[in-house]
């Protein structure tokens, strides 16, 4: 084996780190042993970064991105998500399936698919991930890691790989992001500290919360022992103004409108229309410890622990036109004249006041203890057994929660005889209203408003577990091969939703427990005992939304609501019924148990002007899915102790077997000009609520509709992608840049929804007593879908201190039965630019997004709209050992739509304000 140690490969190696520290995930050249004895170089700045980010792009046999971190806490933007939508054929998403975007950017997808196709690794491993928001954890269930719980202090690089390897670990069908942490020896002898103090301001929830982070790194002086410690404790308010279109029906061919109004068979209309008002305060804590050993030049041995906590308490309310209540499928009130259809859509509708009719409800919920967490520890070692050989290692365990133990919930029914209107105005916000309802603030009992439910899901807790051994074998070789790896791969991932409990209203007797409900009583509750349908029992006083809520949403429609605190909801929640045995909810309730068991060959060669490696790897997974279903009180295996009916619990095994070989070559046209050419067989496992998700449903408005739901199917197999990449890379000047690349993606075993009905038994305000309801439910099913397109990417100096970039992504992905495919965006571009001289530095981008499918959601699509972002970050560096930074996001205030079926069915909007980051580091 033979090591030419240029100054431009020593430079490229010493920035990176040890090559070799993530050995695991090295995606440069794989024969660079000799390079572990290199001194560290550290190169820092924005002119730093981009040099060292398109070294390791040239340098690698295979296609890979790379952004690098400038100094310590210093990405290019302040979350790791922001900082990879800067690649060309990345896409970036502020929500993970359909709660709505938050002002956070969270999940990562590659090349118009969707995030769960995309595999998130931190230093070449998996990690126990969580989700904060309820119906994220009993509801859909990705294989994507939230991003929310990775700070981008951590971070040393991301590599961003986009054609497979066989040593790599499979689950990226069309790409994995290794975040690669600091290690210690990637420091000088000695005691090294970096610490960060900052705040942060969002504009819409107008609060400024404190920011801190710090490292703490020794070095013995022989560099054969480091030990690093970081620490972080980040704080912000979040506040999300939104209007919510929560699904749409049908008016029914037949029904007594449908025959009055013979136009109006078979239209849709909104099922709810809301103003809905989101607030949360987040606080990330946690830190990350590493101690590496080399005590020969031979051996090192490195051992890693993580943790990541994110309080994440919200509160979110919604006061809401009852669409369904109003038409109720074609059977409740028709419209007045001068109704408007279009897209078979009842665009414009107005009802006259009937005294006898509910036209409004409204939803409070709050979520005290909300929270989600991820942590990790993990052992790595390499040995050179000699000149020729080398042995490297890997085990380690990772868990996530998400969590929910709390939901504080009120249901009120408002709008009484009040009469209704909307007007859909496209994906722009709805104009609508309760006809002349005063919703400043609560109304009078049986006049106005009246207590109409209380439910929610109590003890959640989504336990996400794995567990990893890897073993892998690098023989060197002189001559066109220069090198042969081998290795082997054992883990074992778990997730697992267990003792789900949904309340439901409750009596509170003499002695101040619960008493169930008598259903002939006053209020529903026996004589002695207090009533949650008393008013003499609601909370007394009340809050209204901010004074500017909305105001930037467009749209004529409620913004002065009433609600109550958190506090006084907390305290109402006492008329609840809690209890873990009568009230366990099996339905929400699912478990995955996945053995995976690899075994990869890879070939790496290199000659005058070609390069590259060819492998195979074989993956053997065991996997075991739990559901309950509803059975008969007779199956002797039937639960009975649930309110909500007999339940047993099934479980299915499979086993699949799949070979995934890969091709990457590189030729070199001159010192300048690559051409790459790769090709691949990958995969992914479906998404956990896919294979064994909870069943959630949303009963019909009124008796006898047909409500809707969806579930998990166990029998849903891994999916399988064939893909080709052709890439021209032209390195035309120093940190300039000009590719074009190609891609084509067959997948099989794509998953799409079918459609299934099934009966559950109901308890809900239209079925106080319990009835067994209809539902279509949306099942997963194996198909069959193609993405293809293009990548374009630039980047220019211009002298010494300035430079642009721009890139641009079209992909056009469609499955079997030419639909769309989930989050497939067609044409996604980047513009920036950037200025960085001896103290001052700043950078301004520019991110558009065209619309994407998004899943299904109450039975109807989910698009997202296209979407823009503009953000910006001012530097000035004092000395080498002081600097202050300024990061703002979101500068153009952008506003997020959703879509069902056609434009003329808005799904919500939403607008999460601007935020702004002050950050000062000093470093020791």
């Excluded at 190696?13 to 040890?18: D, R, S, V």
Aim: hydrophobic share 35%; glycine share 10%; aromatic share 12%.
């Amino acid at each position: 084996m033979k090591l030419q140690k240029t100054a431009l490969s020593i430079a490229i190696l010493a920035g990176l780190g040890f090559a070799g520290q993530t050995f695991a995930q090295d995606s440069a050249s794989t024969g660079a042993k000799e390079a572990d004895d290199l001194d560290t170089v550290v190169v820092v700045g924005i002119r730093g970064s981009i040099e060292k980010s398109q070294d390791a792009k040239r340098e690698a046999k295979n296609r890979i991105e790379v952004v690098s971190a400038e100094d310590i806490g210093k990405m290019p933007d302040h979350n790791v998500a922001d900082s990879l939508q800067r690649i060309a054929g990345v896409n970036i998403s502020a929500a993970s399936a359909n709660e709505g975007a938050f002002d956070e950017n969270d999940r990562v997808s590659m090349r118009g698919t969707s995030p769960s196709f995309t595999q998130t690794l931190i230093d070449g491993h998996n990690i126990g991930s969580g989700d904060w928001f309820v119906l994220n954890q009993s509801g859909t269930v990705g294989r994507s890691v939230s991003y929310s719980l990775l700070p981008s202090e951590l971070v040393q690089k991301v590599e961003v790989i986009k054609s497979s390897e066989a040593r790599l670990v499979e689950g990226g069908a069309v790409g994995n992001v290794n975040i690669v942490t600091r290690r210690p020896l990637n420091f000088g002898e000695g005691f090294t500290s970096h610490i960060s103090l900052g705040a942060v301001n969002a504009d819409l929830p107008g609060k400024t919360d404190p920011q801190l982070s710090a490292l703490a790194n020794w070095t013995n002086d022989s560099r054969s022992f480091g030990i690093m410690v970081q620490a972080f404790s980040e704080e912000r308010h979040l506040r999300r103004d939104g209007q919510e279109l929560l699904g749409y029906e049908r008016i029914l061919p037949g029904s007594p409108i449908a025959v009055s109004n013979p136009n109006l068979s078979g239209v849709y209309y909104p099922t709810l229309i809301g103003s809905a008002l989101f607030e949360q305060e987040r606080k990330r804590t946690g830190g990350l410890v590493s101690a590496e050993f080399k005590p020969t030049d031979d051996f090192k041995f490195s051992l890693t622990g993580f943790s990541s906590r994110m309080k994440a308490d919200n509160y979110n309310r919604n006061y809401m036109l009852w669409g369904s209540r109003i038409l109720a499928q074609g059977s409740g009130q028709a419209p007045a004249p001068g109704y408007v259809v279009r897209n078979n859509t009842l665009v414009s509708a107005t009802f006259t006041p009937d005294a006898t009719r509910q036209y409004g409800i409204y939803d409070q919920i709050s979520r005290p203890g909300a929270e989600s967490s991820s942590n990790f520890i993990s052992g790595d070692f390499q040995w050179d057994v000699n000149d020729k050989f080398r042995l490297s290692g890997q085990l380690g365990t990772s868990t996530g929660h998400g969590k929910t133990p709390t939901q504080d919930v009120a249901e009120w029914d408002v709008g009484l005889g009040s009469g209704a209107g909307w007007r859909l105005n496209g994906v722009g916000a709805a104009d609508w209203n309760l006809g002349n309802t005063n919703t400043g603030a609560p109304g009078t009992f049986n006049t106005s408003m009246k207590l109409d439910w209380i439910f929610g899901f109590q003890d959640v807790d989504v336990v996400d577990k794995e567990r990893w051994l890897k073993l892998d074998g690098e023989v060197f070789l002189d001559g066109f091969f220069t090198s042969l790896q081998f290795g082997v791969r054992d883990a074992r991932h778990e997730r697992n939703l267990d003792n789900v409990v949904a309340q439901g209203p409750g009596c509170i007797g003499a002695n101040g427990a619960v008493v169930p409900f008598d259903w002939a009583a006053t209020y529903f509750c026996p004589a002695g005992s207090q009533s949650p349908f008393d008013p003499a029992n609601w909370p007394s006083g009340y809050r209204n939304y901010p004074g500017n809520f909305a105001s930037g949403l467009g749209g004529s429609f409620p913004r002065n609501i009433w609600y109550y605190s958190p506090e006084q909801l907390a305290q109402f929640n006492r008329f609840t019924t809690r209890d873990p045995v009568s009230r366990r909810f099996f339905p929400a309730e699912y478990g995955l148990d996945e053995r995976s068991t690899a075994a990869y060959f890879q070939a790496n060669f290199e000659g005058e002007k070609w390069a590259g490696n060819f492998g195979l790897r074989y993956v053997r997974t065991d996997m075991e899915a739990a559901n309950w279903v509803n059975t008969s009180a007779t199956d002797p295996r039937a639960v009975t102790t649930s309110a909500f009916g007999p339940f047993r619990q099934d479980v299915v095994t499979n086993v699949y077997k799949d070979w995934l070989p890969s091709v990457n070559l590189r030729y070199s046209i001159d010192d300048n000009k690559l051409l790459r050419f790769a090709v691949s067989r990958t995969m992914t496992r479906p998404d956990y609520s896919a294979i064994a998700g909870a069943v959630s449903l949303s009963p019909p408005a009124t008796v006898g509709g047909i409500g809707t739901g969806s579930g998990g199917n166990p029998e849903l197999e891994p999916i399988l992608s064939t893909n080709f990449d052709a890439t021209f890379e032209w390195y035309y000047g120093e940190r300039a840049l000009l590719s074009v690349s190609g891609f084509l993606m067959d997948i099989d075993n794509y998953v799409t929804l079918g459609n299934e009905r099934r009966s559950y038994l109901t308890i809900d305000s239209s079925n106080p007593t319990g009835a067994m309801v209809q539902y279509d439910l949306s099942i997963p099913v194996n198909s069959q879908a193609k993405v293809r397109g293009f990548e374009v990417a630039w980047e220019q100096p211009f002298g010494d201190y300035f430079g642009v970039f721009a890139n641009y992504t079209f992909a056009k992905g469609t499955t079997e039965d030419g639909g769309d495919m989930l989050g497939t965006s067609r044409n996604t571009y980047n513009l920036g630019g950037y200025f960085e001289n001896e103290h001052f530095n700043a950078r301004l981008n520019y991110t558009y997004r065209s619309e994407f499918f998004s899943g299904l959601d109450r039975a109807s699509a989910f698009y997202q709209d296209e979407i823009d972002n503009v953000s910006a970050s001012f530097g000035y560096k004092f000395n080498d050992n002081y600097s202050i930074a300024l990061d703002a996001l979101n500068l153009n205030n952008p506003k997020t739509a959703y879509y069902a079926e056609n434009r003329d069915r808005p799904r919500s909007i939403y607008q999460n304000g601007r935020q702004y980051y002050l950050t000062f580091r000093m470093k020791f």
